[in-house]
C-alpha cells in the first residue's frame, strides 16, 4: 500500500529525514517511535503534503501512485488521512458543514454520490459514538474552544468518518489523560481491518498497549534504525532510548 | 481612474475622455444652489430654506475635508471636487418590475423605490402596514406629517459635520420617510432601494431620510444603494434616525454602488432612554467610500450595536468612521466592523468612543478585523477612546491578518481543494458579521452576495450585484 524508499526531506535548508525505507502494507499497523527530534512527525507532515519539506531524495508511492506529486487534498481523497498533532482552531467553519463537505469531496473522487445532510447526520451520529462525542460538537466551529482531548477524538472522528486506506497518527496520544487514550485507541481498533493500514507515530509506549502493533521502528536522526515487533516497544519503555542513540554513535565513529 | 491633486486641471475620465475643469467645488455647488433657488416657487420663505442656505453658506467657506483635517487623516476625498456633478438627472420611464426583481430581497417586504433619486411610486410598495406606521416619500411627509419633519429633520445631522453633510443639506429633494407611533412595531424590514442608471453619469444625487420611531416602538430598515450600470455618479446621502424611549430599531445598509461611483454618507442616530438601535452596514461597491455612524446615546438603559462589513478590491477605498456618545450613565455599546482586501484596495476604520462625565457604568467594546488576500492592499484602523467617567469598562483593538496558512493545510488535508479552502475561511471571517443579520432572507441574500464575490480566495472585480 505505502513504499517509502530513501526519502530525504529538509526544512528551511536542514535535512530532517535523511534516507527512510519503510513498506506498508494492507491490514497492517506500524508503530513509529523515537526520541524528539528524530523526524517523526516530519515523516508525517511530509506524507501529508506539507509545503514547508522540502523533499531533496526519494520516492513515495502509494497504492501505485506517485505519492510525492500530488496536492495534499489529492492525497487525502486517495485515502491518506493524518491525525494532526496540533488540530488546528478554524473559527466560522462549522464542525458539521466542513466534514461533510470532505467527506463529499473524496466520494466524489472514489465515484460514489454525494450525502445529502440527512444522510450525513445519520452517518455521523454512528461515528460519534465510538469517540463518545456528543452531537452538540456538530455545531460549533472546527476544533474552536476544544480541549486538548477533544481535538484528538475529532481526528479520530473525522478518520471513522472518512475511512481512509492509510491512516497517520501522528502523537495522537501526547497530552491525552487514559480514558481519552482509550477511546481513542478504541476508535482505531475498531476501524482496523485487513483492508486498510495504520502508522501510528508516538513518543510513549503506552498506547500500544491498547493499539497492538504489527511492526516497531526506532526512528533517530532521520533514519529507521531499528525494527521490530511489539517487544522492542516495551524495550524501549523499560530502557529508553539512550541505548540506541549510543549504538549509532559508536556505528559512526567505526 | 481619476488624478488627484490641486483643482482647476485636466482630470483623466473613463475612456480617455477628458473635460477641463471650470470651477472649484465651492463655487460649483454655490452656482448650483443659486439655480436650484430659482426653480423653487415659493419654497424660498419656508424655514427649511433657511437652514439650506445655512448649509450652502458653511460649505462656500469649507468646502469638501482635506487630509489635513484629523478624520480625513488616510482619506483623499479630493478626487470628488474635480468633477463637477451634475444635478436633475433626466427622469428614466423605462424602469419595469422585472429590471427590479434581481434586486428585491423578498417580495414581501415592502418597498420605497428612488430611481437616480427620484420616488418611483409604480414601483415601491406599502401595503398591510398596521396603524400608526408611516412609509412614505420624504417629499411627501414634508406636506403631510410637518410636525415630525419639523420637530426632526435637518435637527440632527449638522451642517457643520463635513461638506457631504452641508451638500446634502443644501440639495436634497427627496428620500425616505418612516415614522412609527408610540407603541407601534412592525417587524419586517422596509426595503428602501436607492437605484442608479446609466442616465446617472456625473450626476450627484442628495438622498434624505428621516426614520422616527416614538416610545414603546419597533422598526426595522434595509437602505439599499444600487446601480444598474458601472457608470461614475457621486453618491451622498444623509440618514436621520431617532429612536424614541423604549423603541427598537434595526438598520440595514447594504451598499453597492457602481464600482466606479462615490458614496459619502452619515447616519446621524439620536438614542433616548433604554432604546435599542442596531446597525448592519455592508460596504460592497463604490470607488471612494466614506461612512460615518454617529450615535448619540443620551439616555440611560441604552443599547447601540453597531456591525458592519466591507469587500474591497481593485483600486477601492472604503472608510468606516464612527462616532458612539455615552451621554448618561449604563448604557451599553457594542461594535464589530470586519473587512476583506483584495488588490491594491485600502480601508479605513476610525471607531470613536466618547464618555461624557455623567456617563458611570458605561459598558463599551469595539473592534475592528481586517483579512488581507493580496500584498499591496492597506488598512488604517484607528480606535479612539475619550473617556471623562471614571467607572467605566471600555475595550477595543483592531487586527490585520492573512488568511491562516495552517487552517488551509487542514482543510485540504481532509480533501477539500486549496481554492475551496481559502473560500470557506474567507466565508468564515465574514460570517461573524453576517449570523448577527436577522431575517433569513436578508441573511441569505447578503450571504449568497458575499460568496458571489469570492473566487480562489480572492475577490473578484464584477459589476454589482
Not at chain 1, 521502528?217 to 529508553?240: F, M, P, R, T
Request: with cysteine; glycine share 8%; aromatic share 8%.
Amino acid at each position: 500500500m505505502l513504499s517509502i524508499k530513501n526519502l530525504h526531506a529538509a526544512v528551511a535548508g536542514n535535512e530532517i529525514l535523511k534516507g527512510i525505507d519503510l513498506e506498508v502494507k494492507a491490514g497492517q499497523v506500524h508503530a513509529i517511535m523515537g526520541p524528539n527530534g528524530s523526524g517523526k512527525s516530519t515523516l508525517a507532515a511530509v506524507l501529508a503534503g506539507r509545503e514547508e519539506f522540502e523533499v531533496t531524495r526519494g520516492t513515495v508511492s502509494f497504492a501505485g501512485k506517485d505519492l510525492l506529486g500530488l496536492a495534499p487534498e489529492e492525497r487525502a481523497r486517495e485515502g491518506l488521512f493524518l491525525a494532526f498533532q496540533y488540530p488546528v482552531e478554524i473559527p466560522g467553519v462549522n464542525s458539521s458543514y466542513f466534514l461533510r463537505t470532505a467527506l463529499n469531496e473524496i466520494r466524489q473522487h472514489r465515484g460514489l454520490e454525494k450525502v445529502s445532510a440527512m444522510e450525513f447526520l445519520k452517518i455521523i451520529r454512528e461515528k460519534l459514538q465510538l469517540v463518545e462525542m456528543d452531537e452538540k460538537f456538530l455545531k460549533r466551529s472546527v476544533n474552536e474552544g476544544f480541549s486538548g482531548g477533544e481535538k484528538k477524538r475529532n481526528e479520530i472522528l473525522q478518520m471513522a468518518t472518512l475511512e481512509p486506506r492509510l491512516a497517520v497518527l501522528d502523537e495522537t496520544d501526547s497530552g491525552l489523560d487514559i480514558d481519552a487514550l482509550k477511546i481513542v485507541a478504541n476508535g482505531v481498533n475498531k476501524l482496523r481491518s485487513k483492508d486498510n493500514a495504520f502508522i501510528v507515530v508516538t513518543h510513549y509506549q503506552r498506547l500500544l498497549n491498547y493499539i497492538i502493533p504489527d511492526f516497531v521502528h526506532v526512528l533517530y536522526q532521520g533514519k529507521i534504525v531499528k525494527s521490530g515487533d511489539k517487544e522492542l516497544a516495551l524495550h524501549l519503555e523499560d530502557y529508553g532510548y539512550d541505548w540506541i542513540k549510543e549504538e549509532n554513535s559508536r556505528s559512526e565513529r567505526w | 481612474m481619476v488624478t488627484t491633486g490641486s483643482k482647476k486641471k485636466i482630470v483623466g475620465l473613463k475612456g480617455g475622455e477628458m473635460k477641463r475643469q471650470l470651477s472649484t467645488e465651492r463655487e460649483w455647488y454655490s452656482q448650483l444652489f443659486t439655480e436650484f433657488e430659482r426653480s423653487l416657487n415659493g419654497e424660498s420663505k419656508t424655514p427649511l430654506h433657511a437652514i439650506r442656505k445655512e448649509a450652502i453658506d458653511w460649505f462656500s467657506d469649507h468646502g469638501f475635508p482635506t487630509m489635513r483635517q484629523e478624520e480625513w487623516r488616510f482619506t483623499n476625498v479630493s478626487a470628488i471636487g474635480e468633477i463637477d456633478f451634475k444635478t436633475g438627472i433626466p427622469k428614466v420611464e423605462d424602469i419595469a418590475p422585472t429590471d427590479l426583481s434581481p434586486y428585491v430581497i423578498n417580495n414581501d417586504y415592502n418597498r420605497l423605490v428612488f430611481v437616480d433619486g427620484c420616488f418611483f411610486a409604480g414601483l415601491s410598495r406599502t401595503e398591510n402596514l398596521p396603524d400608526g406606521v408611516t412609509v412614505k416619500s420624504l417629499q411627501e411627509a414634508m406636506l403631510t406629517d410637518q410636525e415630525v419633519i419639523q420637530k426632526n429633520l435637518t435637527k440632527h445631522a449638522k451642517i457643520d459635520e463635513n461638506g457631504f453633510v452641508a451638500l446634502n443639506t443644501a440639495f436634497f429633494k427627496d428620500g425616505a420617510f418612516i415614522h412609527v407611533s408610540k407603541n407601534s412595531l412592525y417587524e419586517q424590514p422596509i426595503h428602501l432601494i436607492y437605484l442608479m442608471t446609466e442616465k446617472s453619469k456625473e450626476s450627484v444625487v442628495f438622498p434624505r431620510n428621516l426614520i422616527v420611531a416614538e416610545q414603546n416602538s419597533q422598526i426595522s430598515f434595509i437602505e439599499n444603494y444600487i446601480s444598474l450600470s458601472d457608470t461614475l455618479y457621486f453618491m451622498n446621502p444623509v440618514t436621520e434616525v431617532v429612536a424614541g424611549e423604549n423603541a427598537v430599531v434595526h438598520h440595514y445598509k447594504i451598499q453597492q454602488d457602481s464600482l466606479n461611483a462615490f458614496h459619502t454618507s452619515l447616519m446621524q442616530v439620536y438614542q433616548e432612554r433604554s432604546s435599542n438601535y442596531t446597525s448592519h452596514n455592508y460596504a460592497f461597491g463604490g470607488s471612494i467610500v466614506r461612512n460615518d455612524i454617529k450615535t448619540m446615546l443620551d439616555g440611560e438603559g441604552i443599547e447601540c450595536t453597531l456591525n458592519g462589513l466591507y469587500l474591497a478590491r481593485g483600486t477601492q477605498l472604503i472608510d468606516n468612521h464612527s462616532v458612539i456618545e455615552h451621554a448618561k450613565p449604563h448604557c451599553n455599546s457594542r461594535e464589530l466592523y470586519k473587512g476583506i482586501l483584495d488588490n491594491q484596495a485600502r480601508a479605513v476604520f476610525s471607531g470613536k468612543i466618547q464618555v461624557f462625565p455623567d456617563a458611570q457604568k458605561t459598558d463599551a467594546i469595539q473592534s475592528n478585523q481586517n483579512l488581507i488576500l493580496s500584498e499591496e492592499a492597506t488598512v488604517d484602523t484607528k480606535p479612539q477612546l475619550e473617556i471623562y467617567a471614571d467607572d467605566v469598562k471600555c475595550t477595543h483593538g483592531g487586527t490585520v491578518g492573512q488568511i491562516n496558512k495552517d487552517g488551509i493545510f487542514y482543510l485540504r488535508a481532509r480533501g477539500i481543494s486549496a481554492d475551496m479552502a481559502k473560500n470557506l475561511m474567507i466565508q468564515a471571517f465574514a460570517g461573524e458579521v453576517t449570523d448577527r443579520l436577522k431575517g433569513e432572507s436578508l441573511k441569505e441574500h447578503i450571504v449568497t452576495f458575499v460568496l458571489s464575490q469570492l473566487a480562489d480566495g480572492h475577490l473578484k472585480i464584477m459589476h454589482l450585484p
